[in-house]
């Protein structure tokens, strides 16, 4: 298990890292259980936007570009310093960088926009909150994977386990690249001030597994 003082550190977006091939093989150990699995079906029943804080397209279109080939327009993607908590849509799902994912500049900003979130969440009616989700950027090059018995986080503070992790897969009838055809752009939502980006058109370069489970998994686990 490694600890967060022994965690690599960056400054920046390890484009031309090469992604460990074990992750190939956990991946596909989650999309094969359900309660570490959705579906883009489910993704796009259950959410009623889905909005990604990244400092670039680039890093968007790198750990997302599944969910952005296949969701569309109901994607929104924004800088961490552009999304204003109080106007984000109810039952959204917000996924921020994980905040021990190496980049250290980025872990302060996230941590610093959760807070916000969670406490403009706070003051929200059950039916109206937000749901919070985190994405792994240059962690899958240090983290150890659960097969191994490790965490990609062992944090004094606060700790990100797989007991939270999911993996998104395909929905019926389509591959596990998405199966959609690409939309070159976002569009951005009227009831929210942020900046949208355009995405570039590359393929994805993160495994799709994403951290904090959104309510449809906890029922799901719940009930069995």
Request: glycine share 10%.
């Amino acid at each position: 298990m490694r600890h967060d003082e022994e965690r690599p550190r960056t400054s920046g977006f390890l484009a031309d890292g090469t992604v460990p091939g074990h992750w190939t093989q956990v991946l596909g150990s989650m999309r094969a259980n359900s309660f570490t699995h959705l579906s883009l079906d489910e993704v796009r029943s259950e959410a009623t936007r889905l909005l990604i804080t990244a400092p670039s397209p680039e890093v968007a279109r790198a750990c997302f570009g599944e969910m952005l080939d296949a969701c569309g327009g109901s994607v929104e993607i924004v800088g961490l310093d552009d999304l204003v908590p109080d106007r984000v849509l109810a039952g959204t799902w917000v996924f921020l960088p994980h905040r021990q994912d190496g980049w250290t500049d980025l872990e302060d900003a996230s941590a610093t926009l959760r807070a916000a979130l969670v406490n403009e969440n706070s003051s929200r009616e059950a039916g109206n909150k937000l749901v919070l989700m985190e994405y792994g950027i240059n962690l899958w090059m240090w983290a150890e994977p659960p097969s191994s018995g490790g965490d990609p986080v062992c944090h004094a503070g606060e700790l990100i386990s797989w007991e939270s992790a999911w993996a998104l897969g395909a929905s019926e009838g389509e591959d596990d690249t998405g199966g959609a055809e690409h939309e070159p752009g976002n569009k951005m939502d009227a009831d929210n001030s942020s900046a949208a980006m355009p995405l570039p058109l590359t393929a994805s370069a993160r495994p799709p597994i994403y951290f904090g489970l959104p309510p449809v998994l906890r029922r799901r686990r719940w009930d069995n």
